[in-house]
């Protein structure tokens, strides 16, 4: 599976994007999928994940103000990020697994270009 991220930008402190990440492919309803991000001499850092049945986990850093989702029907998942803070600026990446989600990035074979997210205070 191929996957297209987009949706990033500048925005002030408090404010909101939603990240949308498209998937080629015709199995993607059974993926995982996932959102990480990573700033520049870091580590990839989990963000998101939605199962393929449906199920959803958050970082501790961004329950209550992100919410993922995902359209089967347009093979697109979607990271609605609320209240955000300076130090969500990162690079945005999605990535997909075959069976359940995990919480690193080395357990999934498949990933998107990344997007950028700049949060000014």
């Known amino acids: 599976v191929q996957l297209q991220a987009s949706g990033g930008g500048l925005m002030q402190a408090g404010g909101s994007l939603r990240l949308s990440c498209a998937a080629s492919?015709?199995?993607?309803?059974?993926?995982?999928m996932a959102w990480f991000r990573q700033d520049p001499g870091k580590e990839r850092e989990f963000v998101a994940a939605?199962?393929?049945?449906?199920?959803?986990t958050y970082a501790e850093s961004v329950k209550g103000r992100f919410t993922a989702s995902r359209d089967n029907a347009k093979n697109t998942v979607y990271l609605q990020m609320n209240s955000l803070k300076p130090d969500d600026t990162a690079v945005y990446y999605c990535a997909a697994r075959a069976g359940w989600y995990k919480l690193y990035a080395t357990e999934y074979q498949h990933w998107g270009q990344g997007t950028q997210v700049t949060v000014s205070s």
């Open positions: 939605v199962s393929w049945s449906g199920e959803f």
């Open positions: 492919g015709r199995t993607f309803s059974s993926y995982s």
